[in-house]
């Protein structure tokens, strides 16, 4: 049932290409992976301005109208998804980059830029926008900022939180809060803006952000080693940190299994033997390619003198480079290996993480109808990803494998998502990490600012 | 009037030495720089425990009793100050240090230890909390976080809220919220630390907490720069923080009056002449003690001839370093210079801080009252404390002074504070650099958790 009036509200204060209704929006789906399923709405809006953000809300408040708010549409626990009676803020037409400043340090955005886009602006400039991940050509900013996005650097220069400077939310009563600072610190009363970043979109709609750059590196150098004890990958994580001072940047880790499943497709390199039981990626960023280079080298020696690592290989150049990093990136193929695919992203503390990946899986491997176990992830940040593959899909027993997974998690006080987030997916879960009292608060919040339960609803709580 | 209900149910759960009440108060203080005026206080408990806490906070609530939380009492604004009818918890004896965790590089602590305790602690053990300010041997680790401090390495590794992965507070109903963590991403639902670090202790007391370390650094090099233009210094920062990898950690600016009033004095050495503009304090922490010198060496001698500076000397010892630093850090001196002294701690865009500081002190000058004007500060993370030397004190002239420091902050998306906080002091100042949303906001933030406004009252907004 279409609430005409909405509608027709919507219509005074939109373009004609602002608005999509009926059979307008059977080509536009919820997520880049389902583009085959037509989207469920009642509407989709496309304001320009932050203003026109604030002016939809207030219009969908009045008619007590939900609204799912849609960015790159790559998140990975359900954010996205719609109900056909649920009206959908796309924020793609707020794609302008409002300025690069190169010598603060910042970049000003809308919230619908692509995440590569507002990269290769900083680069242009010669700085560094250090968030990075996988979905980084299709994920939109704020989307990354309502999320928290993690990725592949944040050992080193933090999660998007950390990035954030200034911000500009909308409220679900139609409130603009708008603090565009290029500050570093601020400690004026309340720092709103760490409400918006993470909570999913739930509290607000983030409509500008500045972000904190940083000078470009001149060297990027990598190294692929062998380690055969978790025990080792820890000391090896000390060791490289205290010896590298602040130039080491990325430190991630695979399993024997994951590595094998990598290196035996056709695509990609192999080049470690398939011996070893842990696989450590290592990245230093730096000012001084020559130098930079001999550190790394001469340390890596040193860590096999010393027993941390049995073997190890450099990246001898940009394309030996990024060969390596496709073995730890390319995880497309380690869902391939199995008819279904179900995936976690889990926090624990980084040295108990090789005993309990040890014990998930040797309880998985008792399950007849799971295929495959590839545990991989950023272990300087204690977060792995656990792409587990069945030849089922029942939801008895994805619910079998979440407990299996969840089950170590309270007890040595880990996180159930580090990086993607509770959405509709893990909202069943919230309980395994988040005690009662923290629910209870979480819940008071969203109630405070969205008493009508407008927006995003369903996400994260209620 | 003294609640004599109060004081029997808190007799009823606290011990002796853990109720101070009438006379027994006397021999306390609100600050540590007024230790000559008597505490005013209904009475001053001194809880062992989170629960405890939250014991005392619920008889509070009950009898609608007005909390001040001390820790160590070196708060800026005004924060600890007490009314006679206010009850005080004092944190001093929940001063036990958990565990420090070399493997997970983190320590787990009560609030009230004291700062420099923690940073020894972690040195034991080779690991490096960032932490560092003037007051550290006074501030409690509860008070650092409650008011999200930050010091002489923000630069490079964040404030305190980027070092806090888990927190235990209390709020005003004396529920306990507990989350000790030592993960360092954790994006399961609202980040409710965040609500809690920098908000002065409004909406709960944190009573213990998780701080991240990084491994002990093996050098730091030093050197003082002269500079002729403020424009230079942002071309500098910029040049070394491209040059100098992710080593550089320092980066602080002294205006010339303020050099030489440090160097006049005969407690401290000069080691650059007086003639010119800027002053700036270079520092690197890294791996490789000699390289890490000869990279600072060299790229100075770069700077000199690209012609960034003028003049500058390199610490060659570790007494020369602390020699060097004591003009930066030593800012009693400055105070001592008139009769009267205002402190300002405001944050403004980099780029804009030369010119902007030179229009202040433009204005500044036109006073009679005004005898001196010493800007120095935290440039790297745009951040100018202030000192300024008054011959009279009149709430009129303060006011003046305020104003004039004050104007330029909103045009420009700077802070009145950067590090300090609000307290009671500078509230009437909050609109300044806060929009009436986000104070609106604030306020409802503070309603929902503290209805009775019993806990900290008067601080941040009301």
Known sequence: MVNKKLIVELKSILKDNQLLIKDQILNRFSHIWKTDQPLQAIAVTFPETTKEVSDIIKICNKNNQEIIVHGGLTNLVGGTETKKNQLVISLEKMNKIEEVDDKSRTITTQAGVILETLINAAAEKNLLLPLNFGARGSAQIGGAVSSNAGGLRVFRFGMTRQMVLGIEVVLPDGTIISSLKKIIKDNSGYDLKQLFIGSEGTLGIVTKVVLRLQEAPKSRCSAIVGVNSYELVVDLLKFLESELGGNLSGFELIWKSTYNAMTE??????????????????????????????????????????????????????????????????????????????????????????????????????????????????????????????????????????????????????????????????????????????????????????????????????
């Open 265 to 462: 497709s056709s695509e990609l390199i192999k080049p470690l033997s398939n011996n070893y039981e842990y696989y450590v990626f290592i990245e230093s960023l730096g000012s001084q390619p020559k130098q930079d280079y001999d550190l790394l080298e001469n340390r890596i020696e040193e860590s096999l003198k010393r027993g941390l690592i049995i073997d190890a290989v450099m990246a001898n150049s940009d394309k030996e480079l990024k060969q390596i990093w496709q073995i730890r990136e390319d995880i497309s193929i380690l869902a391939s290996k199995a008819k279904f695919d179900q995936h976690f992203d889990i926090s624990l503390p980084i040295p108990k993480i090789g005993e309990i990946i040890d014990s998930i899986t040797k309880e998985l491997n008792k399950l007849n109808e799971v295929k495959t176990i590839f545990p991989f992830g950023h272990i300087a940040d204690g977060n792995i990803h656990f792409i587990i593959g069945r030849d089922k899909n029942t939801p008895k027993l994805i619910d079998l494998i979440n407990s299996i997974v969840y089950a170590p998690l309270k007890k040595f006080k880990g996180s159930l998502s580090a990086e993607h987030g509770i959405g509709l997916d893990k909202k069943a879960y919230l309980y395994t990490t988040r005690s009662k009292e923290e629910i209870k608060l979480m819940e008071q919040l969203k109630k405070l600012f969205d008493p009508k339960n407008i927006l995003n609803p369903g996400r994260i709580i209620f």
